[in-house]
């Protein structure tokens, strides 16, 4: 089992920055990737960014790129989503996301899920 513990998120006015950080523990090891993902209100649970626990690989979300930057800490077993000028269209409740093995982009790839953190972006 892995617990997955978010931490950051809050309010912050359009273009400004926040960073949101998750805490793996448990059995780490055998992770393949890990994940952000976000739900707005009314809105389906969609994938943001994706980092690859080994190779350090990443994977965003179109509006996304230029703007977020997925990191790791192996050592600590934590993930960062840095954001940039963030918008009010981020505004959501994120959610940190840890996967075995498949397609990253698709939360049913993701066994373990953290409780998730709000962000909220004001114009």
């Known amino acids: 089992q892995v617990q997955l513990v978010e931490s950051g998120g809050g309010l912050v006015q359009a273009g400004g920055s926040l960073i949101v950080s998750c805490a793996a523990s448990g059995r780490t090891g055998s992770l393949y990737a890990m994940g952000w993902f976000r739900q707005a209100p009314g809105k389906e649970r969609e994938f943001v960014a994706a980092i690859t626990r080994t190779s350090g690989n990443t994977y965003y979300l179109d509006s996304v790129k230029g703007r977020f930057t997925i990191s790791r800490d192996n050592a600590k077993s934590t993930v960062f989503l840095q954001m940039n000028d963030l918008k009010p269209e981020d505004t959501a409740v994120y959610y940190c996301?840890?996967?075995?093995?498949?397609?990253?982009?698709?939360?049913?790839?993701?066994?373990?899920w953290g409780q998730g953190t709000q962000v909220t972006v004001s114009s």
């Open positions: 996301a840890a996967s075995n093995g498949g397609s990253l982009l698709r939360p049913r790839t993701y066994a373990y």
